[in-house]
Each structure stands twice: as C-alpha cells, then as structure tokens.
Nanobody
Framework: QVQLVESGGGSVQAGGSLRLSCVASGATGKRNYMAWFRQAPGKEREGVATISTRSGVTRYGDSVKGRFTISQDNAQNTVYLQMNNLKIEDTAMYYC?????????????????WGQGIQVTVSS
C-alpha cells in the first residue's frame, strides 16, 4: 500500500507561483504513474498533470499547459507540481494520486491511491 502526503499549498495573488510536493511512502515500487488532480467547489475532479515514474514522460491538462510543470525526485519518492502564472480559476483542492497501471492518464478512475488534498487559493 502506498501513502501520499501533499504539502506546499496556500494563498497567492494572481500571477504568482506555488510549488506543491507529494511524498510517497509504503509500497512505492508499485506506483508506475503519479499525478496531480484538483477539485473546485461544485465541480468534478480534474486531471492537472501526470508523470511516469520510470520514464519521466509527462502529460498535462489543457488548462495548465505552459504554466504548470510536474517533476519527480525518485530518490526522495517525491513528486512536485510547480505552478506559475496562477489564475483565480486555479483555486481548488489539489490532490496527489498514484497508480500501478500501464497508462499515462488524467482520468480519475485510473488512480487507486490518493492523498488527503491541499488547498490552493488564488486571489486578485
């Protein structure tokens, strides 16, 4: 079993930056893909970015391309989400997720392990 703990959230003004971290513990060798999702009040959970833990290949949601970067430090079992040029519509609870499958996906159903989530608030 893999456990995920997020950190680095908070409040920032529009145009600012934040970096989220997700530390994985437990059966980390079984996680083939790590991802970040987000969910705003009243909206469905949305895939933000995902990374293959083996190849480093990444994939991004359309709304964050060019602004967010997912990266990893496998020695530290940590995945990061660097968020630049933040917009008010980026305000949401952000979740780290892991899966042991075979697909680089941004779909919620492909992920079987989730962190507790961390709030990101962007104000004008």
């Amino acid at each position: 079993q893999v456990q995920l703990v997020e950190s680095g959230g908070g409040s920032v003004q529009a145009g600012g930056s934040l970096r989220l971290s997700c530390v994985a513990s437990g059966a980390t060798g079984k996680r083939n893909y790590m991802a970040w999702f987000r969910q705003a009040p009243g909206k469905e959970r949305e895939g933000v970015a995902t990374i293959s833990t083996r190849s480093g290949v990444t994939r991004y949601g359309d709304s964050v391309k060019g602004r967010f970067t997912i990266s990893q430090d496998n020695a530290q079992n940590t995945v990061y989400l660097q968020m630049n040029n933040l917009k008010i519509e980026d305000t949401a609870m952000y979740y780290c997720a892991a899966n042991g499958g075979l697909t680089l996906s941004l779909l919620v159903n492909y992920y079987d392990t989730w962190g507790q989530g961390i709030q990101v608030t962007v104000s004008s």
